[in-house]
Structure formats: structure tokens, C-alpha cells
């Protein structure tokens, strides 16, 4: 397990990966994110423009088409499946009646926008994401208002994953091959003995990791040789600012 | 659906959660690092790779149908509510980031239902159990248990109630399907959290987490009124919302009414609603306005941010 798959395209050079840093990268994904999920219902020529900027973007970003619908296809079953469920659901007068089934007219609509938000607003955030390395990424979340203890435990957790993981696989492989025709009971508490088992094994790392980290003068924070990048933020404050002008231009056209 | 994705949730409810979420989470950093002190590092990125890793093993849940654990309360168990509760916000974190599951506008109410309903309100009914029923491996194991369950259910009903109040289904109707279906989700929760808990507490009880001496009521009473006012302050917050934005289904009304309002306006062009609005010009120079105040508003406001970045680190 690795998230190598997750850095595929992240070093071909492209139009917008030579012209945003990292951290720059995140500030637009949220500006997307926050554009296309916060779209207010109604506003259908706003949401058409953003799916064109959003296209543009995975343009200049030179993905390839197959891979970005490959990462956007992976989360679309978290948003299709509760919103196919709103035609049936919400009340209103019948569009469609299959036997049983009435789709209300007020459901479709709903389920209609709330999937292609969904559907934009991961497009634009896989994009943004998928030309920018995980680690780069993790040491750009420097720059948003979190605490440090949370951004700490994001980049220890990105180094330690992985660790963790071939110890569950072992114990789990392990377990596996001794429980054998074992009954279902049996199976369960040896899924949860292997889970107690890895919490286990985070203690001991960590406390290791600790006296690590003290026997070599840690004090608050990890040092990082991250040149400061020259970068102009032009091209950043003006995606941001389409991406605003746009909601706002949504926000617009559901009010008058 | 435990993970709330981008599009469900309404602005106010989003900006609600967000800002209670950062409130919160800032207040549990300050806590585990009290706690913890030069361990709290290593701690929680430790737990966040384990937590990480155990959400990758996926059990059977019913009909071919296969779920992960959460571990809101295993986490809060061996590493402390607030530790937990840190350790989850990074988890939701990374995964809306680096896996588009969960919405980055809906993660504030994505932090709330799973992190604070998992790792304080499940441990404050973990702590509440054993308090009464003494604090035997079997005993603890049944305790995280319930306190599982229940917090997956709650998990259910926060999501069902912020989605209601998104005005994306009546409140009553998402509310009591998103409760229900977490209701199932929360067995294989509780099972799991409830043997992993009894087998730690049966190898290792001194490695889980011990409220300290001197506050052993404090910190119980501290984690469930901390929940009990995440609760309370959320519901009254969202209750104003609600009275003040239309209940889910007149919002469909006036949605609909939105809609025939639009159409009717483009099939008369000529209608007193137009002639009303300035010219074409007048348009576009109000954009170019607008699109230029943004731009300068959004070049101070990183302005600002780099120079304040530039401070503290310099």
C-alpha cells in the first residue's frame, strides 16, 4: 500500500503546475470546493460556468481525461446513491411513475443539482490535487488556520501509514491462515484482536518515536528545508477570484 | 453516508458547522497538549496512521455489502477524547483532501457527527458506563460497545439533521433515514470497538487511557458537558437557521416558485421586471466593478496572510 498511485501526474509539467505552487494549488481547490458545493439551488447558467472553468482547469493541467474520470468516478457513488433516493423522497407532484415508484418533479430537480455540484466540486478538487504531490500538499496544509498538533499528525500519520499497514496485513494474513474453518464469532473477535493489536503497536511506535525525537533536541515543530518559492501569486488570486465572481454570479441569478 | 461530500449542505449550515468545528478543535489542542505535553506529537501521528490503516480493512455487513470502522471510540479509549477527537479531525482531513471522500465545504459538519460524536460524546458514554458498572476488561469492552453504537447513531441523526436543515429533504424524513441506516452501520461498530476495547483491556489496561488522579470526575464531567455543549450550542444555532430559513418542504416551494419566476422572465422579455434593470452597458461595467473590488479584496486578504506567515516564521 502507497500512495505512489495518488503522485501519478504529479510531475508532468503543465500550464498550471508551472504557475501555482502547492500551497497556492490548495487555496484553489478550497475556492473551487467552497464555489460549486455552496452553489445556491436554482442557479443552473452560474453551475454551467463553473463546469467550464472546471474543464479548463483539468485542461491546463494536461491530465488525462481516462485517469481524471477514473479518480472522479472512485467518490461518485458517496453522492449518487442519497441523492437517487431524493426523487422518491421529497414531496411534490409526480414527474415520473414506474408502478409503485413516484419520482417527484421537486426530487429530480434536487437530486439533478445536488449531483452535479458533487460532481464539480470533486472534478476541481481531484484536478487541483492530482498534479500536486501528497507530501507537497501536506506541507502546504502549513499554511491554513489549523492547529498544530493537527498538522503534525498529518504528516506523521502520511509517514507512518504505511508502516502500520504491512503490520495489520501480517497480522491479519497470520490470522487468516491458522483460524482456517473457524465459525463466524471466531472471525470477528480476530478482526478486532488484529485492531487492538495495531493500536498496540501505534503506542509502542510512538513512545519510541518520542524518545527518539528527544534524544535528538526536538523542541515544538519539524524543521523543513522548503525554499521560499518566487512564485508570483497572479494566477492564484485570479482563479480564486473567477471562482468567487461566480458564485456570486449564482447567487445573483437565484435572487432577482 | 457517513461522509457528507460537497453539494448537500447549505451555505449557512456549512459556515455554522465550520466555524463550531474550529472553535472545538482549537480548544482540543490546547487540551491534549496539556496532557500530552513533547508526547503529543508522536502520539497523535502514531494514532492517525492507525486509525488510517484500520479504516482500510473493510468487514461484512449485510447483504454482500462491506463497511469500515470509524473508531471514533477506540481512539478516544487508548489515546483520550481530546486526543481522539484530534486524531479523527486529521483522519476526515487528509481523506476530503487526498481521497474526495467527505466535502471540503461540508467538513466542518463531517468533524462534528464523526469526530466529536465518536471520540467525546462515545467517550463520555464510555467513561459515564464504566463509572457505574466498574471497570472490568469484560465490563470496559460492553461499555465501549454501547458507546459505539450509540455514537454512530448520533453520527446518523447529525448528518440527517444538517442535511434537513440544508432544506435538501423535510427534516423529519432525512433525520429518521439517516438515524435507521446508522443504526445497522453502528452494530458492526460496536462489535468490533467493543473486542478490540476487551482485548486491550485484558493484555494491556495500563496502556489505556487513565483520566488523571486529581480530576477523575473532572475530566468525565468536562468530556460530556463538552458534548452535552457542542449539542446545545449546534441546536440552538441551527434552530435560529431553521426559523429563519424556510422549513425543507416550503423551501421546495419557494425553490419551485425560483424556478417559474426565471422561466417566466425569460419568456418576456419586455415584462416591467426588465425594463427595470440598467442596460446592457450598465451591466457589464457593474461586473467588470464587481469581478475588479473581488480581485482586490482577495489580493489584500493573501497579501495579509503571507505577510502575517512572513511574521511568524521570520
Not at chain 1, 442557479?43 to 460556468?49: I, Q, V
Not at chain 1, 409503485?100 to 455540484?117: D, M, Y
Not at chain 2, 486578504?301 to 505577510?307: D, P, S
Request: no cysteine; hydrophobic share 55%.
Amino acid at each position: 500500500m502507497g500512495f505512489a498511485h495518488l503522485d501519478r501526474y504529479a510531475d508532468r509539467p503543465s500550464w498550471l503546475s508551472r504557475r501555482t505552487t502547492p500551497e497556492q494549488r490548495l487555496w484553489i481547490a478550497l475556492g473551487a470546493a467552497f464555489a460549486a458545493g455552496l452553489m445556491p439551488p436554482g442557479a443552473w447558467r452560474a453551475l454551467a460556468a463553473l463546469a467550464l472553468i472546471v474543464a479548463l482547469g483539468a485542461w491546463t493541467a494536461r491530465l488525462p481525461a481516462g485517469a481524471l474520470a477514473r479518480r472522479v468516478a472512485h467518490a461518485i457513488p458517496f453522492f449518487l446513491l442519497p441523492a437517487l433516493a431524493l426523487p422518491l423522497s421529497v414531496p411534490g407532484p409526480a414527474a415520473v411513475e414506474l408502478g409503485p415508484l413516484a419520482f417527484s418533479e421537486p426530487g429530480l430537480t434536487k437530486a439533478a443539482e445536488i449531483v452535479l455540484r458533487a460532481t464539480l466540486a470533486v472534478s476541481a478538487v481531484t484536478v487541483v490535487i492530482s498534479v500536486t504531490r501528497a507530501a507537497d500538499l501536506l506541507s502546504a496544509l502549513d499554511a491554513l488556520p489549523l492547529p498544530r498538533l493537527v498538522k503534525s499528525s498529518l504528516a506523521l500519520g502520511y509517514r507512518y501509514v504505511y508502516v502500520l499497514n504491512d503490520e495489520l496485513e501480517r497480522t491479519g494474513r497470520a490470522l487468516r491462515s491458522r483460524l482456517g474453518r473457524a465459525p463466524v464469532s471466531r472471525r470477528w473477535q480476530a478482526r478486532a484482536v488484529t485492531l487492538a493489536h495495531v493500536l498496540l503497536r501505534a503506542h509502542v511506535r510512538g513512545s519510541r518515536i518520542h524518545a527518539a525525537m528527544l534524544s535528538r533536541g526536538y523542541r515544538d515543530g519539524f524543521p523543513t528545508l522548503r525554499p521560499a518559492s518566487t512564485l508570483s501569486p497572479f494566477w492564484t488570486v485570479a482563479i480564486v477570484t473567477l471562482l468567487a465572481a461566480v458564485w456570486l454570479a449564482g447567487l445573483i441569478e437565484v435572487s432577482i | 453516508m457517513a461522509h457528507i461530500p460537497d453539494g448537500f449542505l447549505s451555505a449557512p449550515v456549512a459556515a455554522t458547522t465550520l466555524v463550531t468545528a474550529g472553535a472545538l478543535t482549537a480548544y482540543a489542542a490546547k487540551r491534549a497538549q496539556t496532557r500530552l505535553d513533547d508526547r503529543a506529537a508522536p502520539t497523535l501521528g502514531l494514532a492517525t496512521a492507525a486509525i488510517f490503516a484500520a479504516q482500510a480493512v473493510n468487514f461484512p455487513v449485510a447483504a454482500g455489502t462491506s463497511g469500515h470502522l470509524l473508531g471514533g471510540v477506540l481512539v478516544a479509549v487508548v489515546f483520550g477524547p481530546w486526543a481522539g477527537y484530534l486524531v479523527m479531525t486529521a483522519v476526515l482531513i487528509a481523506q476530503a483532501l487526498l481521497f474526495a471522500d467527505g466535502g471540503l465545504t461540508a467538513l466542518g459538519a463531517n468533524v462534528l457527527n464523526i469526530a466529536a460524536a465518536g471520540a467525546l460524546v462515545g467517550y463520555g458514554i464510555y467513561r459515564t458506563l464504566t463509572a457505574l458498572a466498574g471497570d472490568g476488561a469484560r465490563r470496559r469492552g460492553l461499555a465501549a460497545a454501547a458507546a459505539a453504537y450509540l455514537s454512530a447513531v448520533l453520527t446518523g441523526a447529525a448528518a440527517g439533521l444538517e442535511l434537513g436543515l440544508s432544506g435538501v429533504a423535510p427534516t423529519g424524513l432525512s433525520l429518521g433515514a439517516m438515524a435507521s441506516v446508522h443504526a445497522l452501520i453502528g452494530l458492526p461498530e460496536g462489535v468490533i470497538t467493543g473486542l478490540a476495547v476487551w482485548a486491550l483491556a485484558r493484555k494491556r489496561a495500563d496502556l489505556l487511557f487513565q483520566p488523571q488522579a486529581a480530576s477523575t470526575g473532572g475530566l468525565t464531567g468536562a468530556a460530556v458537558l463538552a458534548g452535552l455543549g457542542v449539542v446545545a450550542i449546534l441546536a440552538g444555532l441551527l434552530s435560529i437557521l431553521a426559523s429563519a430559513a424556510p422549513d425543507g418542504l416550503e423551501r421546495v416551494a419557494i425553490d419551485l416558485g425560483f424556478a417559474e419566476a426565471a422561466s417566466s422572465w425569460e419568456a418576456a422579455p419586455f415584462s416591467d421586471y426588465q425594463a427595470w434593470l440598467p442596460g446592457t452597458a450598465g451591466t457589464l461595467v457593474a461586473i467588470v466593478l464587481g469581478i475588479a473590488l473581488l480581485f482586490a479584496g482577495v489580493a489584500a486578504t493573501a497579501r495579509a496572510l503571507a505577510r502575517a506567515r512572513a511574521a511568524r516564521n521570520g
